[in-house]
């Protein structure tokens, strides 16, 4: 029964960020708001609803294993399974900006949450930075992009998702969504806690696969279905986007409203994973001409060694 709640809570995950989405997206053009700033503030803090949601609840219920377990397992998900299997479906040529921006952000963000880790928790001015480094990164990005080509990548994303219905279908799509998430998260904790009591495995390893395999099913449905359409330019960049986000958007508000424990189970196992594979993204964009199948092999490899050893580690 844990793992029909389980299911539930990430199919209700899923479901209340779509909504909560859609309806504050088309709420803040009806307010004026320009379609270049909804797209890269609304749209980017919406599609990280779930874990947020997850990640709140989960440390005001008093299992910070299950917040911080479930970033760090997403991040090392996004890069090692999904962007494996994008690359196996269709290799990715690298574009200039995501070595430029994408990749040195998302390496501070990643350094920054590794040396606040060190001391086992993480603390309001903490999360502070966190999010003050997000803000300053947004707003040049927004400034940069109207000279640039990501405003119309922006706008035709709001575009997609704006579906021009009245104000109170917008405000009926976005209690839906938070309702949706709300529930999600209790569901979603509820039977991870569960689970793992009556199996004898920590909160931890189950957030580490499950809950961040769950959460980044959208970013694996998104990464895929651009890679069939041979649009392969926006997968890498919205991968590396949703790790930073994770880290400053999500671990930065979770820390002002709770200061987060970080376990030594996370500090000195998981978080070497995250280094690793966050540093050895960069020659994997750099050498050759493209991240073609090997590359994505190799990835895949390193996503199922770090489930191997995480369950190992536990007997």
């Avoid at 189950?206 to 449905?221: D, K, M, Q, R, Y």
Wanted: with cysteine; hydrophobic share 55%.
């Amino acid at each position: 029964m844990e793992y029909l709640w389980l299911i539930l809570g990430l199919v209700a995950l899923v479901l209340g960020g779509e909504f909560l989405v859609r309806g504050a997206v088309s709420i803040a053009l009806k307010a004026k708001i320009s379609p270049l700033v909804v797209g890269m503030t609304v749209v980017s803090f919406g599609t990280s609803a779930p874990e947020l949601l997850v990640s709140l609840s989960a440390v005001l219920d008093g299992y910070p294993d299950v917040s911080v377990g479930a970033v760090v397992g997403s991040n090392i998900s996004n890069i090692a399974l999904v962007l494996g299997i994008t690359v196996m479906i269709f290799p990715i040529v690298v574009n200039r900006d995501s070595l430029r921006i994408d990749w040195p952000l998302m390496i501070l963000a990643t350094f920054l949450f590794y040396f606040f880790a060190m001391n086992g928790e993480i603390v309001l001015w903490e999360g502070c930075v966190f999010l003050g480094i997000l803000s300053l990164f947004t707003f040049w990005l927004i400034r940069r992009s109207r000279k640039e080509g990501i405003q119309l990548a922006a706008e035709s994303e709001v575009a997609e998702l704006n579906t021009g219905n009245p104000i109170y279908k917008d405000v009926l799509f976005l209690a839906c969504g938070m309702l949706a998430l709300y529930f999600g998260a209790e569901w979603l904790i509820d039977s991870v806690v569960s689970i793992a009591s009556k199996q004898g495995v920590s909160e931890k390893l189950i957030s580490v696969t499950i809950v961040a395999f769950g959460t980044s099913l959208p970013e694996l449905v998104t990464s895929s279905m651009a890679a069939f359409r041979k649009e392969t330019d926006i997968s890498i960049g919205n991968l590396i986007g949703s790790n930073i986000f994770n880290i400053l958007a999500i671990l930065g508000i979770t820390a002002i409203v709770h200061p987060l424990e970080i376990s030594d189970s996370i500090n000195q196992f998981d978080m070497y994973f995250l280094l690793g594979i966050s540093l050895l993204l960069l020659p994997i964009m750099l050498f050759g001409k493209q991240i073609g199948r090997w590359k994505g092999v190799f990835l895949i490899l390193f996503y199922a060694f770090y489930i191997y050893f995480s369950i190992a580690a536990e007997y």
